[in-house]
C-alpha cells in the first residue's frame, strides 16, 4: 500500500471517530427534532403575513412567499422546505387580483412552485410529489404581436382559474397549467403537463396527461 493511500485510509478513520463522538453529543435525531422547534416558530411567523392559516398549518424553512395577503391555507396543511408561494396583485405595473386557497390536509412536497394571478383553489387532503408547478398564467398569450416583445415584459395572460378537487393525488415534476380543472380522488403520473380538465377517479399521465385510467 502506498504511504499517499494509507494516510487518506488513516485520515478517513480518524474523522469517523470524531464524528462518531459528536454524533453521541448531537445525533441526526437530535437535529432532526431541533428543526421541528425551529419549523414551529418559522410557521408561525409564515403564518401572520397570510390572509388566513388554519390550525396546525406547518410551513418547512426556508419557503418564498410573495403576495401574501392574497393566500388562505387550511388547517394542517403543510409546505416542505424550498416551497414558493406567489399571488401577484402588480407585474410591470400590470394591475391584477389573485386569489389562492389551499384546503385542510393538504401535504406539499419540497421545491413547490404555485404562481397566482387569477385564482387558484386547492380542496381537501391533496398529496403531491416535489417539484410540482401549479401556474394560472403565463407571459404573454402567445400572439405574434406578444412573440416580438421580450418574455419578461409582456403583460401577464391567464385563460382562467385553476381548481383542483378533493384528494387529489400529485407525482413528482407535474406542472398544472391555467384553466384546468382536476376532479377530486383523481391521481396525476410523475412528470405529466396537465393542460385540460381531468374528470374525478381517474388517472392521468403524460404531456399533454391524458386518461389512461378510470377508477370510479
Same mark, same amino acid.
Given at each position: ?112 412552485? &404555485?404562481?397566482?394571478?387569477?385564482? =387558484?383553489? *386547492? @380542496?381537501?387532503? !391533496?398529496?403531491? /410529489?416535489?417539484? +410540482? #408547478? %401549479? ?20 403583460? &401577464?395572460?391567464?385563460?382562467?382559474? =385553476?381548481? *383542483? @378537487?378533493?384528494? !387529489?393525488?400529485? /407525482?413528482?415534476? +407535474? #406542472? %398544472? ?20 380538465? &381531468? ?18
Amino acid at each position: 500500500m502506498s504511504k499517499k493511500r494509507a494516510l487518506r485510509l488513516y485520515l478517513d478513520h480518524f474523522i469517523r471517530g470524531v464524528f462518531g463522538v459528536i454524533s453521541k453529543i448531537y445525533s441526526y435525531e437530535t437535529h432532526r427534532e431541533l428543526l421541528l422547534v425551529w419549523d414551529f416558530f418559522y410557521s408561525h411567523w409564515i403564518a401572520a403575513s397570510l390572509s388566513y392559516a388554519g390550525k396546525g398549518f406547518v410551513a418547512h424553512y426556508p419557503i418564498t412567499m410573495i403576495g401574501g395577503k392574497f393566500i388562505h391555507i387550511g388547517e394542517m396543511s403543510a409546505i416542505c422546505k424550498h416551497g414558493t408561494l406567489t399571488a401577484w396583485d402588480n407585474y410591470n405595473g400590470q394591475q391584477l387580483n389573485p386569489t389562492l386557497i389551499i384546503g385542510d390536509r393538504c401535504d406539499f412536497g419540497e421545491y413547490l412552485h &404555485i404562481s397566482c394571478c387569477y385564482r =387558484i383553489e *386547492i @380542496g381537501n387532503d !391533496v398529496l403531491t /410529489g416535489r417539484w +410540482v #408547478t %401549479i401556474t394560472d398564467n403565463s407571459h404573454g398569450d402567445n400572439t405574434i404581436d406578444t412573440i416580438e416583445v421580450a418574455p419578461a415584459s409582456r403583460p &401577464i395572460h391567464s385563460k382562467g382559474p =385553476i381548481h *383542483i @378537487g378533493d384528494k !387529489v393525488w400529485i /407525482g413528482d415534476k +407535474v #406542472t %398544472i397549467l391555467n384553466g384546468v380543472s382536476i376532479g377530486a380522488g383523481a391521481v396525476i403520473a410523475a412528470n405529466s403537463v396537465v393542460t385540460h380538465d &381531468i374528470p374525478p377517479y381517474s388517472i392521468a399521465a403524460g404531456i399533454p396527461a391524458k386518461i389512461i385510467k378510470v377508477l370510479k
